[in-house]
């Protein structure tokens, strides 16, 4: 389907465990983002990226990594879980100007025991 | 990137105008007002977006003061189904800054 996917919706892991968040979409935008939300923050971005092979870091990049091997893929990494990282993450992404609307994927609910 | 200001929640009855405020009174000429919302468990939607005209679309309206100093999203008749969070960002134009800086914003309840 067209448009922008998150996976897995859902994921309990453990404090030190390596996880992947996957983000794909179908529009061959140039911007790809990752946001966390958390309560009493918003939402607060954590790395993002202007093309293939080209990302920068937002807000709160530490204890992730991202990488964009392809246009469409963008994954964030989590190399040693903690605790604190337990939040919603939300993918994002625009056309190539990267100064327009911003389409989110739906999200991926992550707890860390 | 300037910051905005938006009252915590507002209530609107359903069928009724909802008038969503927001100031950016540090807002610099290259800065464009977008607004987005949230409704619950979803990603972020994007609404509306203008540099110092009025903006409207199927959605909403966005009036932008002449001093561009604060600026009101209208949603001329709203539904239960626009019971959500509504984001206010400001953020230069241009090809080269793509990230968006997300508030607190303003929960609106729609009552029926």
């Known amino acids: 389907d067209a448009g922008i996917t998150q996976s897995p919706r859902y994921k309990i892991t453990e404090t030190g465990r390596q996880v992947t968040l996957m983000c794909h979409q179908t529009?061959?935008?140039?911007?790809m983002f990752w946001y966390r939300q958390d309560l009493g923050h918003g939402l607060r971005l954590i790395y993002y990226?202007?093309?293939?092979?080209?990302?920068d870091k937002g807000e709160v990049p530490d204890g992730y990594v991202v990488s964009r091997s392809k246009t469409e893929n963008f994954p964030l990494t989590l190399e040693s879980a903690t605790r604190s990282q337990t939040s919603v993450y939300f993918c994002?992404?625009?056309?190539?100007?990267?100064?327009?609307?911003?389409?989110f994927g739906p999200g991926t609910r992550l707890t860390v025991l | 990137d300037a910051k905005t200001t938006q009252p915590p929640s507002m209530d609107c009855a359903e069928g009724r105008a909802a008038n969503l405020p927001c100031n950016h009174s540090?807002?610099?000429?290259?800065?464009?007002v977008y607004w987005y919302r949230q409704i619950h468990s979803q990603g972020p939607q994007y609404i509306i977006h203008g540099l110092k005209n009025n903006e409207t679309n199927e959605m909403a309206s966005l009036i932008i003061t002449e001093d561009r100093k604060s600026s009101t999203l209208i949603l001329p008749h709203a539904t239960l189904r626009d019971t959500a969070v509504y984001y206010c960002i400001v953020r230069p134009g241009g090809t080269s800054y793509g990230k968006l800086t997300f508030g607190q914003g303003t929960i609106l309840t729609v009552h029926p």
């Open positions: 529009w061959s935008h140039s911007y």
């Open positions: 990226s202007a093309a293939a092979d080209i990302t």
């Open positions: 540090t807002i610099s000429g290259n800065e464009y």
């Open positions: 994002a992404s625009s056309e190539s100007t990267g100064a327009g609307e911003q389409f």
